[in-house]
């Protein structure tokens, strides 16, 4: 079944720490995975989508990555405004539209 | 930046009763979607729909639940009977076709529907 786990559920951070946040997935035939940043009763907000293994795109103070099993969001001198729950979520095989949720890392980033 | 609009963005219902969500995709956009999140859950599927049919559902998307794209800007999920276990977020989404440069799902703000 393909699954996704997001680790950790949550983080704290002081403003500047820089951090990881971990995304594993078990699926056949990745076809993308995306990362979403979502603040309280808001919807998903797109951040990145990344296609192969190696990959890596970024944006501010943030950067993605990927390998066969998992992918990183790198967290670069954070903000209190990069609080919020990042989302992972991967696309599978080429018979299917739907994005596969992990359940999210929830980051607090203190001043 | 273009967004995808949904209304309402509350509603309070009894059980039983039919509900309309609606959703405004991205104009240029070719691909819609429904996904729910149950409070602390995760975000889940609910249905896809591509050139005027459902191309895929869920589990979840039973007889109760229905789309329809009434008119060349609308997107509607209508829950037929709702239950209490409905209560959730609600999430439009839409899509452009794949290959597009920053190929991602764009979501509205969601509807929070409570059934009481």
């Known amino acids: 079944e393909d699954q996704v786990t997001q680790s950790p559920e949550a983080l704290r951070l002081q403003e500047g720490e820089s951090s990881s946040l971990n995304c594993s997935y078990t699926?056949?035939?990745?076809?993308?995975l995306f990362w979403y940043r979502q603040d309280p009763g808001k919807g998903p907000e797109f951040l990145f989508t990344?296609?192969?293994a190696g990959e890596e795109k970024e944006k501010e103070r943030l950067k993605a990555t990927l390998t066969k099993k998992e992918s990183f969001l790198h967290i670069t001198a954070p903000k209190p405004e990069d609080s919020a729950t990042y989302l992972c979520?991967?696309?599978?095989?080429?018979?299917?539209?739907?994005?596969?949720f992990g359940t999210g890392t929830r980051l607090q980033v203190f001043p | 930046e273009p967004e995808v609009t949904q209304t309402p963005s509350h509603q309070v219902t009894q059980m039983g009763q039919e509900v309309i969500l609606r959703c405004v995709p991205i104009?240029?956009?070719?691909?819609f979607y429904w996904y729910r999140q149950i409070l602390g859950q995760k975000v889940e599927f609910l249905v896809s729909f591509y050139n005027n049919e459902i191309s895929e559902k869920s589990e979840i998307f039973d007889d109760q639940f229905s789309v329809e794209r009434p008119d060349g800007s609308n997107f509607t999920l209508k829950i037929r009977s709702t239950k209490l276990e409905d209560s959730a977020m609600y999430f439009c989404a839409s899509s452009g076709p794949p290959g597009v440069i920053n190929y991602g799902y764009t979501f509205g703000s969601g509807t929070r529907l409570t059934v009481v």
């Open positions: 699926v056949s035939g990745l076809r993308g």
């Open positions: 104009s240029n956009h070719l691909y």
């Open positions: 979520a991967v696309q599978a095989p080429r018979n299917t539209d739907k994005l596969i």
């Open positions: 990344l296609y192969s």
